[in-house]
């Protein structure tokens, strides 16, 4: 009796494992379709970026002379000019840096493949307001204020990486508590605050990536307030948890 009790536990074990194998291969294989370099040899050269806020066009020269590929932005990204931050990325992957830039004051950026090279798209929310002259100005950036004091705390410089199809927020909290040692708090009024993360391919990324990305999916207003402790996001959402049923 008991051999058989340990011969259907084994039965059962091997079958969860079996369903946790497929579910992760079709996870890649749905984040391969959406991210085509994440298998591309090329795309995983490595190169070291130390800037300021660089230019987008910058970084793109770096990843082309790195890569040997063709990177370019759709004709309505031309004045795209995404917030990088202030990048101290030794030896990065130049996959992780492409997906950086597609989640940089980007919606719904992505790269899609082209002949030798591959494309950004998305809407820009952060561009080069066009002159009445000509040229462009200095870009509009509504959220740059709420993002520098995370960029500034160097305890959120803290690298991670991340691979999942749209994970619950508290799975993301969880890795960044467990990374930064910081205390990360929903605000009350946020308990049941479900925002779609969609799928992340973040390697060596930083937590404040993390965090911002956060504060900006599926939330009105969203921000991060410092504490005694770490931070607590605060704001008005979009997308909430039905409540249980009484």
Partial sequence: MAQGRVANKAEVERKLQKERDAKNRAVWQELARRHPFLYDPK???RLSIVAK???????????????GLQLVVADNLMNHDPDLGDMR?????????LQLIADADLDKGRWVKIDGGYRLEGVSKRARATSPHGGTSQPHDADSGAKMPLRRDSRLAVRLNIFAEDPPVGEILDELRTATTLDLV????LTRHDPRLGELVM??????????MIAERDLENGRWVKTDTGYRL???SKRLRPLPPP
């Fill in 53 to 67: 806020s660089p230019p987008l066009s910058d970084v793109l020269d770096q990843l082309r002379k790195a890569t």
């Fill in 186 to 189: 929903l605000a009350d009024d």
């Fill in 43 to 45: 795309a995983r050269a």
């Fill in 203 to 212: 390697r060596n990324a930083p937590a404040f990536s993390f965090m911002e």
């Fill in 89 to 97: 990325l030794p030896k990065v992957l130049a996959l992780s840096l």
């Fill in 234 to 236: 605060e704001g008005v």
